[in-house]
């Protein structure tokens, strides 16, 4: 089984395909479980560079594991894996979010490469996963044992940009 997630090596289509981009800070890392693959980060909002947000305190839905339906444990449990685009926020550093609203007020990533810290001096850092692989032995519904496997991910390079770059790309 492989994830399929969205990625770009264009910062246009990024923008484009991206309806809210934001400018803030994470407030705190200890994310709130929402659903049994995503935890939920305050994050204040400073700017918005694209789209709309009702409020400035909003929160970041973050895949943090992967459940594959139909996969069990020897007790009978469902299977979690760590997801390897995981990347725990780091609070109060300047980040670039491009994101989508989820659900009312929670906002996640649509792109693999769509969370950028801010250095002091503008320029931009990809956050990444520093994910390596992570495998598991389980029995599927069926009585079956496998193995699942998980393996750490490539980005797509995206050439290097300010933030004051993407205004002009942005048009704000």
Request: avoid cysteine.
């Amino acid at each position: 089984m492989y994830l399929d997630v969205a990625a770009t090596d264009d910062w246009k289509t990024l923008i484009h395909d991206s309806p809210v981009i934001v400018v803030g800070s994470y407030l705190d890392v200890a994310g709130r479980r929402d659903t049994n693959t995503s935890l939920l980060y305050p994050f204040q909002v400073e700017r918005v560079l694209k789209g709309e947000v009702k409020e400035k305190h909003i929160r970041i839905a973050k895949h943090d594991r992967m459940h594959f339906e139909g996969i069990r444990d020897e007790r009978g449990n469902p299977v979690y894996v760590k997801d390897p685009l995981y990347v725990k926020p780091r609070p109060h550093q300047q980040m670039l979010l491009f994101l989508r609203e989820v659900s009312p007020d929670v906002y996640g990533t649509r792109f693999a490469n769509g969370e950028w810290t801010i250095r002091p001096d503008g320029s931009l850092d990809l956050l990444v996963s520093s994910a390596s692989s992570t495998e598991k032995q389980v029995t599927t519904d069926e009585g079956k044992r496998i193995r699942v496997r998980v393996v750490g991910v490539g980005y797509p390079q995206l050439p290097q940009k300010r933030l004051q770059d993407l205004n002009g790309i942005i048009g704000r």
